[in-house]
């Protein structure tokens, strides 16, 4: 007889896996979610105390922004020789409670997942402008099959479309600052250096946007150089076929495929989502991409010319992000 079947990491192992998918990008750095781990299973539920109500009234940022950690996970332990079968919203009594993963031992792991899994730590968020991308049909056919695979579609918005999108940024931007709601949202979770969530100041243009496209922020003090400088980075919408949480979750594990494959390559990336929180600019962007889909996202992606901030943005500790279910005893 052979020897029984590996079927659970061991927490070591969890533990830095996890570690490793709260590196996940998220809507203004809030890390919605919440690991429970028992003897056969680890679960992702997302944390709906950590919703933004004026930005993301319905949650969909806040289930996209799981998705993004649950793909990391995955690429995090694929790289430590572990397959994950994924259960998305399994039956439960708590609605929070999005995917269920059960894992199997692999004979090896491919360099691809082992580079993958290196590009979760130099991932990060350029709001600066960027240069455009080398080979780029070449990279945008392999992210649409990276998209395609995880359920998502993937359009370029194009070149000549440019002045359309930043002048509608433009506009969204100027009716965002008359929202006070959304703008005390924004300065609660962006700008501040000491707490383990939200979007530092370091990583923050100076001049509040220094790029069209690009939402506005609170002014920061991202360092490069950035006066005379135009944005040539590509666009790319996501999309998905419906609207509903699993497209979101599935949408959220596409983001985070096409952002690692392109850090992997050597380019910088932006997610950007000012634009598709309203019904009339997703219908405004569905056009503009031609797309089939529902809007989600949009990314710009390119090459940020040195100096480049190597600063990573902080992350919420272990022990907040990661529970153990004790048989009888409850969560722990
Ligand atoms: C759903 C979602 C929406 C986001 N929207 C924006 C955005 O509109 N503009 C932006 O600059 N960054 C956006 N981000 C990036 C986050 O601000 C970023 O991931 C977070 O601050 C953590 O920083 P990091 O990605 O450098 O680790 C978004 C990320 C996600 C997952």
Same mark, same amino acid.
């Given at each position: 007889? *052979? ?25 203004? $750095?809030? /890390?919605?979610?919440?690991? +429970? ?10 944390? $709906? ?8 009234? @319905? ?20 790289? /430590?020789?572990?397959?994950?079968? +994924? ?8 609605? /929070? ?24 730590? =130099?991932?990060?968020?350029? =709001? ?8 780029? /049909? ?16 993937? %359009? ?12 509608? @940024? =433009?506009? +969204? ?22 707490? &383990? ?10 001049? *509040? ?81 031609? @797309? %089939? ?12 010319? &040195? ?16 529970? =153990?279910?004790? &048989?009888?005893?409850?969560? *722990?």
């Amino acid at each position: 007889m *052979g020897a029984p079947a590996e079927t659970m990491p061991d927490r070591r192992t969890l533990e830095s896996a996890v570690a490793l998918a709260s590196r996940a990008p998220s809507l203004h $750095n809030s /890390q919605p979610w919440r690991w +429970i781990l028992d003897t056969a299973t680890l679960r992702l539920f997302s944390d $709906n105390d950590r919703i933004l109500p004026a930005t993301d009234p @319905s949650g969909r940022q806040m289930v996209l922004s799981c998705g993004a950690a649950l793909h990391h996970l995955q690429t995090a332990l694929a790289a /430590q020789r572990w397959a994950s079968t +994924i259960e998305r919203f399994p039956l439960s009594p708590d609605r /929070q409670c999005l995917a269920t993963l059960r894992f199997h031992r692999l004979r090896g792991s491919s360099d691809t997942e082992i580079r993958l899994a290196a590009a979760i730590h =130099r991932r990060r968020t350029e =709001r600066l402008p960027m240069d455009a991308p080398p080979e780029w /049909q070449r990279t945008v056919a392999a992210l649409r099959k990276l998209a395609e695979r995880a359920g998502a579609y993937l %359009d370029v918005i194009g070149e000549h479309e440019r002045p359309v999108l930043d002048d509608m @940024s =433009r506009r +969204i931007s100027r009716v965002r600052r008359a929202d006070l709601a959304y703008q005390s949202e924004l300065r609660w979770w962006t700008g501040h250096a000491v707490y &383990p969530d939200g979007v530092p100041a370091d990583t923050l243009p100076a001049g *509040g946007r220094a790029v069209a496209t690009e939402r506005e922020f609170p002014p920061g003090r991202a360092t490069g150089e950035t006066a005379a400088e135009e944005d040539r980075a590509a666009i790319l919408l996501l999309s998905t076929a419906t609207d509903g949480r699993p497209d979101w979750l599935r949408c959220g594990e596409a983001l985070s495929a096409v952002l690692l494959a392109c850090t992997d390559r050597g380019l910088a990336t932006c997610p950007v989502t000012h634009l598709t929180e309203s019904a009339a600019s997703r219908g405004f962007l569905r056009g503009l991409a031609g @797309s %089939d889909g529902v809007p989600q996202v949009l990314i710009r992606v390119g090459v940020r010319p &040195p100096p480049r901030s190597d600063t990573a943005t902080p992350r919420r500790p272990l022990s907040e992000i990661l529970f =153990r279910e004790h &048989p009888g005893a409850g969560v *722990g």
